[in-house]
């Protein structure tokens, strides 16, 4: 079964190289702002404490962006929130390098996940509609651009350790404000493809009537997959340290769940094209769910990287596809699916921090597992409704 999307004008190439810049931005912002995270402690003195209460209000500003901008886009077209948005991240970021106090850090850290939440969706909804003008699926590629944003930006903050971090932060926040005021002459050329606002006329474009139940399980997935992301990010390491692993080795457990992401989804448009999302989705899953089951069970330094890296190529195209899925139910359906898809990533490392205090790590750590299987179950239900 092959996936075919219908058609419509030549390929906006424009607007696809506006999306894959935006998507690496998001990813080298976010990627500079948690490496450099521990200067931004230092310089306020913060505790542990004060310090989750500013990710606390950057995540209660991004779901409110992700609703805010649900709203937008689909009243105004998602095409018209790709410049403020990330003019406002960018600002912010530079600001957040100057803040010396905890209500600085908060005020500002609410507004930097605001603009990152509204500018998320606009993105998503804006990829979807350029795919469809497309006719095939490249979806996945703007979220490998989003992964190999934050491998960069990772790599900038590490080669730039020896600058403070407030000068990098103005630097990149300077760079990305310019990047997207650049872009401008595009994005209004890109206002065409905005089919997705109440005023929308009658077209093959306009969004299907997506059921609530049927958006749940969207957002349902989408948590799971973010779910095994955020376990990747904070909880991968710490399980190469209890194999006994050295820092080194235990560091690169996460490196190599990214690598093996951004490396699914550079040929994912290719696979799903072939293959359907469905099959593609559910292949991944199950051997997202298998690969890091074995390397738990084996409880090996190689089986737990294989184990990683498992998980990170299954679950790959997962994202991707699902966030297609809701397009078909415009803007405000994928402001919700994300919504709910990033409180899996922002909620699943406590998940598993409270599970592992009751249980061994490994046993704790089966919970994404678990949810790729049920990736791979709901995935046909979820990618084919009626």
Do not use: K
Request: proline content about 5%; glycine content about 10%; overall charge positive.
């Amino acid at each position: 079964m092959t996936a075919t999307l219908p058609t419509t004008t030549a390929p906006p190439i424009a607007d696809r190289r506006l999306l894959t810049s935006t998507f690496a931005i998001l990813g080298i912002v976010m990627a500079v702002w948690g490496a450099r995270m521990p200067a931004v402690q230092a310089a306020a003195h913060l505790g542990p404490g004060r310090l989750a209460v500013v990710l606390l209000a950057a995540a209660a500003g991004m779901v409110a962006g992700l609703q805010a901008g649900g709203r937008l886009a689909h009243r105004h077209g998602p095409s018209r929130l790709l410049v403020a948005p990330t003019v406002t991240f960018a600002a912010a970021l530079a600001l957040l390098g100057q803040c010396r106090t905890l209500p600085s850090l908060v005020i500002t850290a609410v507004v930097f996940g605001a603009a990152h939440g509204v500018l998320d969706v606009a993105a998503n909804s804006s990829a979807v509609n350029v795919q469809q003008a497309y006719g095939r699926p490249i979806m996945a590629s703007f979220h490998a651009a989003y992964s190999l944003g934050a491998l960069g930006g990772a790599l900038l903050a590490a080669a730039t350790a020896w600058l403070p971090h407030q000068v990098l932060f103005a630097a990149v926040g300077a760079a990305t404000a310019l990047t997207a005021l650049a872009a401008l002459p595009v994005v209004r050329s890109a206002t065409h493809l905005d089919h997705s606002h109440d005023d929308a006329p009658t077209s093959d474009h306009r969004p299907a009537r997506t059921s609530r139940g049927h958006t749940w399980l969207l957002g349902g997935l989408a948590a799971a997959c973010l779910l095994a992301e955020g376990a990747a990010a904070d909880w991968a390491s710490v399980h190469l340290r209890s194999l006994h692993s050295s820092e080194a080795v235990a560091a690169g457990a996460y490196a190599l769940y990214s690598c093996a992401m951004a490396l699914g989804r550079l040929f994912g448009d290719r696979l799903t094209a072939r293959y359907s999302p469905t099959t593609l989705v559910r292949t991944g899953a199950v051997l997202a769910a298998v690969g890091l089951g074995t390397g738990l069970a084996i409880g090996s330094a190689p089986a737990a990287l294989a184990g990683w890296m498992g998980l990170g190529l299954g679950l790959s195209t997962a994202v991707p596809a699902l966030i297609t899925a809701a397009g078909r139910g415009g803007a405000r359906t994928v402001g919700t699916v994300t919504t709910i898809g990033y409180l899996g990533l922002l909620t699943g490392p406590a998940a598993i921090g409270a599970l592992a205090a009751l249980t061994p790590l490994p046993t704790a750590l089966a919970l994404p597992a678990i949810l790729a299987a049920t990736v791979a179950a709901a995935a046909r239900r979820a990618l084919e409704p009626r």
